[in-house]
């Protein structure tokens, strides 16, 4: 009880970074684990974050995230 579990295809972490280089899986944890903490919980903020780490609109790969709180 009080946990989150998310649900994620490839598409949210294999981002190509504004600032260079691959977004990891391990980056997108990392990311999430603060989003948590942070007392954030709309997708809708979530997705928009990791727009601005690509620094672009548009996702080029298939981008499904789902967040479930138990």
């Known amino acids: 009880e009080g946990s989150r579990l998310f649900v994620f295809s490839d598409g949210v972490y294999e981002l190509q970074k504004e600032t260079g280089g691959m977004f990891s899986l391990e980056?997108?944890?990392?990311y999430l684990g603060r989003y948590v903490s942070s007392g954030l919980s709309g997708m809708n903020e979530l997705a928009n974050a990791l727009r601005k780490v690509q620094g672009r609109e548009a996702f080029e790969d298939d981008f499904s995230l789902l967040a479930v709180d138990l």
């Open 27 to 30: 980056e997108l944890c990392v």
